[in-house]
């Protein structure tokens, strides 16, 4: 069956430090990969998406990497803020319109 | 735009009843979908319509969920009826074409 592990514990980061998230995957070849944001009480927003011919993509002080032969991807932010603190979700597309989400890793920056 | 709008964005019934959660896409999206998320099992897809048309409902647990959509800015997910289990947030997604999903504010639904 086709799984996606995320992070189950809560990162605990000081601000300013980075913050590194992992996604990994198995069963899958999906042609692109997907990261969300959730905060409590809310829809998760999108935040990046990396193709598979991608190694890197980045987004202000946010970067994704995705390595098709080791099936991970990891989800950094850098200069975290207290204001980063949320649930971040990785997705795999299943099929042409479907994402499989995974469990979500919990970031708290400290000040 | 105001972003995909659910209603209730709470709902608590009890244990039999009938449960109708509605959703409002973003315009011109033509994708739209529903989630289920609990603590247990995370976001699951349940369904999805293109161009108002279901493509893919494998997700739907069982006979008691239905989903409808009739037009292009409106979408219902009923639960009849509905069982304590069923008790999670709902969540309406809509995407333009191969676009990103935009995801609405989620019903929280209780079933006593």
């Known amino acids: 069956s086709q799984k996606i592990e995320q992070n189950s514990e809560a990162l605990n980061i000081q601000e300013g430090k980075t913050a590194t998230l992992t996604c990994n995957y198995t069963n899958y070849s999906p042609a692109y990969l997907q990261w969300y944001r959730q905060d409590p009480g809310r829809g998760p927003v999108f935040l990046l998406l990396?193709?598979?011919?991608?190694k890197e993509k980045r987004k202000e002080r946010l970067k994704v990497t995705f390595d098709t032969t080791l099936k991970q991807s990891l989800f950094h932010i850098t200069a975290s803020q207290p204001a980063d603190s949320a649930t971040y979700l990785c997705?795999?597309?299943?099929?042409?319109?479907?994402?499989?989400f995974g469990a979500g890793t919990q970031v708290v920056v400290t000040p | 735009d105001a972003g995909v709008i659910q209603s209730p964005r709470h709902e608590v019934t009890e244990m039999g009843q009938e449960v109708t959660l509605r959703c409002k896409p973003i315009?011109?999206?033509?994708?739209l979908f529903w989630y289920r998320q609990t603590m247990m099992r995370g976001l699951e897809l349940l369904i999805y319509?293109?161009?108002?048309?279901?493509?893919?409902d494998s997700g739907m647990p069982e006979d008691r969920f239905s989903a409808k959509m009739p037009n292009a800015s409106f979408s219902t997910l009923k639960i009849q009826p509905s069982e304590p289990r069923d008790s999670a947030v709902y969540f309406c997604?809509?995407?333009?074409?191969?676009?990103?999903?935009?995801f609405g504010p989620g019903t929280r639904l209780t079933v006593l």
């Open positions: 315009s011109g999206h033509d994708y």
């Open positions: 997604a809509s995407r333009r074409g191969g676009d990103t999903q935009y």
């Open positions: 990396i193709r598979e011919n991608e």
């Open positions: 319509f293109n161009n108002n048309v279901p493509i893919d």
């Open positions: 997705a795999l597309e299943r099929s042409w319109g479907k994402l499989q």
